[in-house]
């Protein structure tokens, strides 16, 4: 079992950046992949950007570049740096992890942090 917890989200203006962590507790969330999801007012929940337990990173072509993903295998805990944040990055972030054969909706899934990027 591993649970996760979420902080960092906020109300910041367009072009600012912000960093989101994850905190995992459990005795097998070392070996997880992790990653970040998003959902949008009326959108689904949409892949941000995720990494596994031997550093291979992965991100949704809309954050490229601007968002980078983290994790401290000694601390547990996983961290997403979004730089050059725009309106439409608003949205509650979900914190995942998944074991290697197993899809994300299967997953283990954080409660969420909103972040909200203004115009």
């Known amino acids: 079992q591993v649970q996760l917890l979420e902080s960092g989200g906020g109300l910041v203006q367009t072009g600012d950046s912000l960093k989101l962590s994850c905190e995992a507790s459990?005795?097998?969330?070392?070996?997880?992949?992790m990653g970040w999801f998003r959902q949008a007012p009326g959108k689904q929940r949409a892949f941000v950007a995720s990494?596994?337990?031997?550093?291979?990173?992965d991100y949704a072509s809309s954050v490229q570049g601007r968002f980078t993903i983290s994790r401290d295998a000694r601390k547990n805990t996983l961290d997403l740096q979004m730089n050059n944040l725009k309106p439409e990055d608003t949205a509650i972030y979900y914190c995942?992890?998944?074991?290697?054969?197993?899809?994300?909706?299967?997953?283990?899934w954080g409660q969420g942090t909103q972040v909200t990027v203004s115009s």
């Open positions: 459990g005795s097998t969330a070392g070996s997880k992949t």
């Open positions: 990494v596994t337990s031997g550093g291979t990173e």
């Open positions: 995942a992890a998944r074991s290697f054969n197993v899809p994300w909706n299967r997953g283990y």
